[in-house]
């Protein structure tokens, strides 16, 4: 046994320079690959941080090209209003159109999405015949809407605060204006809390003496309102303004007499 046990201790001597150059030669190895694996590492961390700098940049260009367009819809959309405020709803009509295709979905869209509404009816021809259920004062002075001449036609409430705050106001209006051609017609559904016995009672309080009548809501529906009070200008039976009646002046008026 002895025997053996020198024997194997002499071969393992014998063979400790070819493990030591097998183990030298694996550590050799194992620092390369290392070297390779951190070579990797750089060039991966080189890419990222060019990719993560690409990124930043497309979306500080995004960023920019959303606030670029942003400020031009909002800077498209003050023209229009301020064609709007000087009673050129055609001009303004045509700019909205081509406002609605450039820049839909932005935030001067949305503000301008009453106006938009306003301006789709400018140009529409209004039914000849009008629906009308009950006359509350100037039964018979207008007949139709879809005549000659030029009517202010306005939609009220008698519930509504705003409304009969601008309603009395048409008398001056009426007063200054019908002689030269001029019909005005306020037109109410009598909704909500209101009756006919109060519209009865605020047109013989506030004594007006142009045409105010009930009607089912076709009319309105015609208009494309949706809030009021709103008013229109109906010139040879073609609308040619619409709008909220305190920015309808007599100056504006006095174009289509």
């Known amino acids: 046994m002895k025997l053996i046990r020198v024997i194997t201790v002499i071969a393992l001597i014998a063979l400790l320079p070819t493990l030591t ?16 694996v ?33 400020q ?3 800077k498209a959309f003050q023209e229009i209003a301020g064609l709007v405020s000087k009673g050129e709803h055609k001009a303004a009509k045509a700019q909205m159109d081509t406002f609605n295709a450039k820049y839909a979905g932005t935030e001067a869209a949305r503000k301008a999405a009453s106006i938009r509404q306003e301006l789709a009816v400018i140009g529409k021809k209004v039914p000849a015949e009008m629906e009308i259920q009950k006359w509350f004062a100037g039964e018979g002075q207008i007949t139709s809407l879809g005549g000659e001449g030029t009517t202010l036609v306005v939609f009220w409430e008698e519930w509504c605060p705003h409304c009969k705050r601008e309603v009395p106001n048409l008398k001056a209006t009426y007063a200054s204006l019908h002689s030269e051609g001029l019909n005005v017609i306020a037109l ?35 208009f494309n309102v949706s809030g009021i009070p709103a008013a229109a200008v109906v010139k040879d ?17 006095k174009r289509w007499l």
């Open 188 to 222: 109410t559904q009598v909704n909500k809390s209101s009756t006919d016995e109060k519209v009865e009672a605020f047109v013989q309080q506030h004594e007006l003496t142009f045409p105010v009548a009930k009607e089912p809501g076709k009319i309105k529906s015609q």
């Open 21 to 36: 150059l097998a183990a030298k030669k694996d550590n050799d190895r194992i620092q390369e690959l290392e070297a390779k």
């Open 237 to 253: 039976g073609e609308i040619v303004w619409r709008g909220h009646p305190a920015r309808l002046s007599e100056t504006i008026l």
């Open 72 to 74: 031009n819809a909002t």
């Open 38 to 70: 951190a070579a990797l590492e750089a060039e991966l961390n080189e890419r990222l941080t060019a990719m993560e700098a690409l990124v930043d940049q497309k979306i500080d260009s995004a960023v920019q090209e959303i606030a670029n367009r942003e």
